[in-house]
């Protein structure tokens, strides 16, 4: 059984996954807009709403993260109660990866050794959106 978080955005869904792909050096991922949905008389999209993120995936480090915006109207509170866990072996790139995701966000817990860990810190992004990053043992 996989778990894989599903993120959603309120209009800068596209913004931030290409972000993410850069941050994490990933293949830039598909991405399928609500303008792609077939029509539904009954729930007409404004041009607008078209343009949104219907469904996009970011693969790195193993892992698979899904995201989307979320429809003009609908409930919206950034990041609640969301956090992604980054562990990775490598910790040059985990270094890399802490270095860009803090730019314009908030650190929780710097970068540092912990008992549970040689290398632990959480940071919230510019998106609202809480990382936390493991070098594994």
Not at 28 to 39: L, Q, V
Not at 87 to 100: F, I, Q, T, V
Not at 115 to 124: A, D, M
């Amino acid at each position: 059984m996989a778990i894989t978080p599903y993120v959603n955005f309120n209009g800068n869904c596209r913004e931030a996954v290409t972000f993410y792909t850069e941050v994490f050096n990933a293949v830039s991922p598909n991405i399928m807009t609500f303008g792609e949905m077939p029509p539904d008389p009954d729930f007409p999209l404004s041009e607008d709403m078209k343009k949104l993120v219907m469904h996009t995936e970011l693969k790195f480090e193993g892992g698979t993260i899904m995201f989307s915006d979320v429809l003009p109207g609908s409930p919206f509170t950034p990041g609640e109660s969301i956090s992604i866990m980054v562990s990775s072996k490598d910790e040059k790139a985990l270094r890399r990866y802490w270095e860009r995701l803090k730019e314009g966000g908030t650190v929780g817990m710097e970068l540092a050794p912990q008992f549970w860990s040689n290398l632990y810190g959480f940071v919230t992004d510019k998106f609202g959106l809480g990382w936390q990053l493991d070098l594994e043992n």
